[in-house]
């Protein structure tokens, strides 16, 4: 399209070079094109911003970061680079609008980022099977390994578990429970939890780990044993 555009300027009805009109055109053309970069967020090609946890944003681009700041929906305050970074802690809705700009006001990149809820999730580990609920067989019993637990966030991969409750209730509501210390179930408990003849539900709760962000959260699990 534009290789027509400036053969169509390029001569004027006498066939000479309309040079007026193509200098116009390029001026145009170079007046409107960004600033070729990037954002990496915690040094991975990522738009995802985790919330309770200091985000850092990196431009990298042609332009000087000194000379650039950055708007974020939500937000009334630029944010400014240090090292062509800064610190985004969260976005108040699900997505935001970033903008980097100039001094004079014109954008050089702009992006949409979206929020990812830091709360880790916990899945019982059943061979190798992770599950967070629904039913288990009385044989899976055995074959319960411990828990993990993952946050949703792109560069934490999983939180760190330092104990939790584990009962196992039958169906005359007698229970086996255990303080079990670390992630992972010692094999003689497991052996017991076998003994039950008749298991009806499986509880883990009070999971105690070691948090990254802030004011985080995690679920406990019910299992029903069929």
């Known amino acids: 399209m534009l290789l027509f555009i400036f053969r169509a300027l390029w001569r004027n009805d006498d066939g000479m070079p309309n040079y007026p009109q193509v200098f116009l055109l390029t001026l145009l053309l170079l007046s409107s094109v960004s600033a070729i970069g ?34 974020v929906e939500g937000y009334t305050a630029p944010f400014y680079f240090e090292n062509c970074r800064f610190d985004l802690f969260g976005i108040p ?10 001094q004079q006001g014109k954008v050089v990149f702009d992006t949409l980022l979206t929020r990812v809820e830091m709360d880790p999730v916990a899945y019982l580990e059943v061979d190798s099977m992770l599950i967070v609920e629904g039913a288990m067989n009385k044989s899976q019993l055995n074959r319960i ?37 670390g992630s992972r179930i010692p094999e003689k408990y497991r052996v017991q939890l076998t003994t039950i003849e008749k298991p009806k539900y499986l509880y883990i709760f009070e999971i105690d780990w070691i948090p990254v962000g802030c004011g985080e959260q995690m679920n406990a699990m019910i299992f029903e044993i069929k």
Do not use: H
């Not at 809705?93 to 100039?102: M, P, V």
């Open 145 to 181: 390994r411990g828990i993990k637990a993952r946050y949703a966030c792109p560069w934490l991969t999983e939180a760190k578990v330092k104990g939790f409750s584990l009962v196992l209730l039958d169906e005359a509501d007698q229970m086996l429970e255990y303080q079990v210390q």
């Open 93 to 102: 809705q699900d997505s935001a609008k970033l903008e980097i700009l100039d």
């Open 38 to 71: 990037q954002i990496t967020i915690e040094g991975q090609n990522s738009t995802c911003i985790c919330t309770g946890f200091g985000n850092t944003v990196q431009y990298v681009g042609d332009k000087n970061c000194s000379e650039l700041y950055a708007l």
